[in-house]
C-alpha cells in the first residue's frame, strides 16, 4: 500500500485518498503543520478497506482514482455503519456545477476544485472536525497560518 503514516502528537488522523503522489506529499506536509496525521492512499479499494476498518476523523477524498472513483468510495463510506457520519471533503479537478451538485447530494460535506489554496483546504477542515467535537476550537485556527 502507498501510505505516509505520520503521527505527530495528536490523535485526529486524515485519510487523505489521492493518485497524484506529489499532491498528497504537499497535502501532508500541510496537513502535518497543522497538527494532523495523515494516512495516504493511492488507490480506491486499498482507502475503502482501511477506511472501513479503522475510521479516520476526516477523508479528504479526490474523484477520479484507480481501481474505484471518489463518488463509489464517498457512497460506500455512507452505507457503512462505522463511517455513514465520517466528515468528507472532496478535493477535485472536475469542477462543472453538476460534479459538485452531484458529490453534495451524495454526502460530500466540503467540495474543493482543484486547482486550490492550500489555507482554504486547511480552513475548511477545522468546522468538519469541529462537529463532530474532535478538535480544541484554536487548534486549526492557530497552526492554519503556518502552512501554505
Not at 482507502?47 to 472501513?52: E, G, M, T
Request: aromatic share 4%; proline share 7%; glycine share 4%.
Amino acid at each position: 500500500m502507498a501510505e505516509i503514516n505520520s503521527e505527530p502528537h495528536t490523535r485526529l488522523r486524515i485519510a487523505l485518498v489521492e493518485d497524484d503522489e506529489t499532491l498528497a506529499m504537499l497535502l501532508t506536509y500541510n496537513l502535518h503543520a497543522a497538527d494532523l496525521a495523515v494516512d495516504w492512499y493511492a488507490d480506491g479499494r486499498e482507502a475503502v478497506a482501511a477506511i472501513s476498518v479503522n475510521p479516520p476523523s476526516l477523508v479528504v477524498l479526490d474523484w477520479m482514482l484507480p481501481q474505484l472513483s471518489g463518488i463509489e468510495i464517498l457512497r460506500l463510506i455512507r452505507r457503512h455503519p462505522a463511517t455513514c457520519d465520517l466528515p468528507v471533503l472532496m478535493l477535485t479537478a472536475r469542477s462543472e456545477p453538476s460534479d459538485r451538485a452531484r458529490a453534495m447530494a451524495l454526502g460530500v460535506d466540503v467540495f474543493l476544485a482543484k486547482p486550490f489554496s492550500v489555507s482554504e483546504l486547511i480552513s475548511s477542515i477545522g468546522p468538519l472536525l469541529l462537529r463532530r467535537r474532535q478538535l480544541d476550537p484554536g487548534r486549526i485556527a492557530a497552526n492554519k497560518g503556518s502552512s501554505t
